[in-house]
C-alpha cells in the first residue's frame, strides 16, 4: 500500500515538504503544493496517513502531519537503501578500477 501512495507526483511533493519542514499543518502543506486544490491535498494526505507513511496530530481545529519514521515510511526507506546500494555496488562492479596511469577491467 505504501508504494501505491508513492505512485503519485503530489502525494510525494507533500512528502518532500514533509521532510524539509518535519510537522505541517495542512494549511501550510496545501499553500506549497499548488498543482491541486486544498481538497485534493487533503485527500492524498488521507491516502499517506492510511499507508502509515505520514502520522497526524490534531490540535484544536487544526490537522498536523508529519513523516512517520516508525510506520511504513521506514520500511519503505530501508528497502530503498537495500536496492540502490545493491545498485550501486553492480556498478561499482563494472567500473574499471584505476591505478596509478594504467586502468584495470
Known sequence: M??????????????????A??????????????????????????VLRVAGLVSERRDGRFRYYSIDSSGSARDVLSLLHQVFRAGLQSVDGALPHEVGSERLA
Open 2 to 19: 505504501a508504494f501505491d501512495a508513492l505512485a503519485d507526483p503530489v502525494r510525494r511533493e507533500i512528502l518532500g515538504v514533509l521532510a
Open 21 to 46: 519542514e518535519d510537522e505541517c499543518s495542512a494549511g501550510a502543506i496545501a499553500e506549497r503544493i499548488t498543482s491541486v486544490g486544498r481538497t485534493a491535498v487533503s485527500t492524498h494526505l488521507r
